[in-house]
């Protein structure tokens, strides 16, 4: 028997890890590790699993004990707690194979021993996963290359929701899958290159089977379906969500679905309503930019279409969806070549007129295997020592590119970044970010199917929110009156207001914060550049400096704390010019 230990990396803070919320909500982590519970179905019976969430549990080192081999799956935001966990298991003297996005695109920058496997677990995985196990242990690093090939997904195996039942509960949201790849031809995005241009989509039943299974297991509530654009094949998707709606209608809608689509599916009403019909909630467009000419210069077509062909603006299709279907999410770039002087001013303006709450806005990156990379990669533009994340928001100070303005002129980072921190300060101030979801919840002409029940979980959630934010917060009058004005309107929307309120809870803690270490760490990079003159008005202005940032890293909070860099270095300066003699 093969003892496998299957590890998923701790998330870093992000404003999609929802920390703050989570933390009302009296959970762990948003996602299970949908990738691992996959690959544990592919392991043949003489393997035993072990799973280990590090957002949920500590990875001990008995679990490397037991161990005989470590699998792990990462995403872009992982790097440093995939090295760790690489680091231990060569210190267990326990081999590695770590696949996902994050080794398939960057692994020659990843630190360690481990066996990269490059693309997807269909190709080959258990294969050579049985030649690794059959040799000595040996440090050293190799890389399996299937990228490039996409098979069907009829024969890809349930995910194995059982390994969750100890830790269901500490879970925000599940996750599912209905196809894989995009048809769309964004110059910014892999994901055609990961997964295919082509959607491939699961046979009917084959998603019914796992609902079943999270049912039996006791899931009553949100779920996400994972894919990436899960409408890249309408006419084959219809059928499946007829069959959801269905089983939804026979399990009394105990589950509630969102999803990433692109604004294609505006111009099938039908599709529209099937989704509704089985229980989408919300739904996460790529909007990108609102600037034409941003996204023809990024190939978005898919958000592009003139008003005269179709009657309605993007903005307009925005607005018409969330009143009549679902919650629209969005993201949004700054940085493409085009973008205008004022594409902050845009962005802010068109995410208040479509209503939409959660808009994660981020500077481009340039992703290994997309168009951009080619482009900027061609005319020297390419900062390869940058790894883009995925992130957004304003944790990113450096660019993985060189900026231009739509003159074609070179520009500094700060530029970009600047203009996105000006949008996150905007869209996520509370008074913007309540008005922005009072407007779409009192404008929809149609309520989820899936509405929240009234459950003593629920009533717990609410009451944590009506302590955390109506209480403790800041902007406490502006949240009560949200609920108010939310409970004139109709008394059945509170159980949504309530949520669309911790959500916002995390978001606007993210960007207060980040702001305060952003404000931080820029005094720090001033202090520690200027001149170690010794004269006296040298040491009484760089005295008045170093306590005042002290004052302003003292109303950091502790979770972000770790996020400033530099400080030791300061202090050690300070000492260095007034220690006492």
Not at 152 to 176: C, G, I, W
Not at 257 to 271: C, G, H, M, P, V
Not at 324 to 345: A, H, L, T, V, W
Not at 497 to 504: Q, R, T
Request: hydrophobic residues 35%; charged residues 30%.
């Amino acid at each position: 028997m093969t003892n496998a230990l299957l590890v998923y990396p701790r998330n870093p803070k992000t404003f999609w890890s929802y920390d703050a919320a989570l933390e009302i909500a009296g959970k762990k982590s948003m996602f299970p590790p949908t990738g691992l519970l996959t690959i544990a179905s592919y392991l043949p019976e003489n393997y035993k699993v072990r799973l280990i969430d590090e957002n949920v549990n500590k990875l001990m080192d008995s679990d490397l004990e037991w161990a005989d081999v470590v699998l792990t799956s990462s995403m872009g935001i992982h790097k440093q707690s995939l090295e760790n966990i690489i680091e231990r298991s060569n210190a267990h003297q326990k081999p590695v194979m770590a696949g996902g996005p994050l080794p398939t695109q960057y692994h020659d920058k990843i630190k360690g021993n481990a066996i990269f496997f490059l693309g997807e677990a269909e190709n080959g995985f258990v294969e050579e996963l049985d030649a690794i196990i059959k040799k000595d242990y040996v440090a050293e690093r190799a890389v399996i290359d299937k990228r490039g090939r996409f098979k069907s997904l009829n024969h890809t195996p349930l995910q194995r929701f059982e390994l969750l039942e100890k830790t269901l509960k500490d879970y925000q949201v599940m996750a599912v899958q209905i196809t894989r790849g995009c048809p769309e031809h964004c110059t910014f995005c892999n994901i055609g290159s990961l997964y295919g241009y082509k959607t491939r989509i699961k046979e009917k039943g084959r998603l019914i089977a796992e609902l079943d299974e999270l049912y039996r297991i006791g899931w009553r509530g949100s779920i996400m379906i994972v894919d990436d654009n899960v409408a890249g094949n309408q006419d084959a998707l219809i059928p499946i969500l007829k069959e959801i709606s269905e089983w939804q209608k026979l399990h009394e809608y105990c589950f509630s679905f969102f999803t990433q689509a692109s604004l294609r599916i505006y111009d099938n009403k039908e599709l529209m309503e099937v989704i509704y019909q089985a229980g989408f909630d919300q739904i996460f467009f790529g909007l990108e930019s609102p600037s034409i000419e941003s996204l023809r210069s990024a190939g978005a077509q898919k958000n592009i279409k003139e008003k005269s062909k179709t009657g309605m603006s993007m903005a307009e299709k925005v607005k018409y969806i969330g009143e009549n279907y679902f919650k629209p999410q969005s993201g949004f770039i700054i940085g493409f070549d085009k973008d205008p002087d004022n594409i902050d001013e845009m962005m802010i303006n068109f995410i208040r007129e479509t209503r939409i709450s959660v808009a994660m806005v981020g500077p481009l990156g340039i992703l290994p295997d997309t168009a951009d990379y080619t482009r900027f990669s061609r005319e020297g533009r390419l900062i390869k020592d940058i790894i883009y994340s995925g992130d957004t928001g304003v944790f990113t100070r450096q660019l993985s590119y060189i900026p231009h303005n739509s003159k074609g002129q070179e520009i500094g980072s700060d530029v970009v970044t600047n203009k996105v921190k000006k949008v996150l300060e905007s869209i996520y101030s509370p008074k913007e970010y309540f008005s922005r979801t009072l407007d779409f919840i009192i404008n929809r002409k149609r309520k989820p199917l899936s509405m929240m029940k009234i459950n003593p979980f629920k009533i717990w959630v609410a009451l944590k929110s009506f302590y955390t934010q109506g209480i403790k917060s800041s902007y406490r009058n502006i949240y009560w009156d949200y609920l108010w004005k939310v409970s004139r309107h109709d008394l059945k929307d509170i159980p949504d207001a309530i949520s669309y309120g911790v959500e916002g809870h995390h978001l606007i803690t993210m960007t207060k914060e980040t702001l305060k270490v952003d404000d931080v760490n820029r005094d720090i990079e001033k202090i520690l550049a200027a001149e170690e003159p010794k004269h006296h008005e040298y040491l009484e202005r760089f005295k008045r400096e170093f306590k005042e940032l002290i004052k302003k890293h003292r109303r950091i909070k502790k979770d972000f704390k770790p996020d400033v860099n530099g400080l030791d270095k300061l202090k050690d300066r300070y000492s260095k010019l007034f220690k006492k003699k």
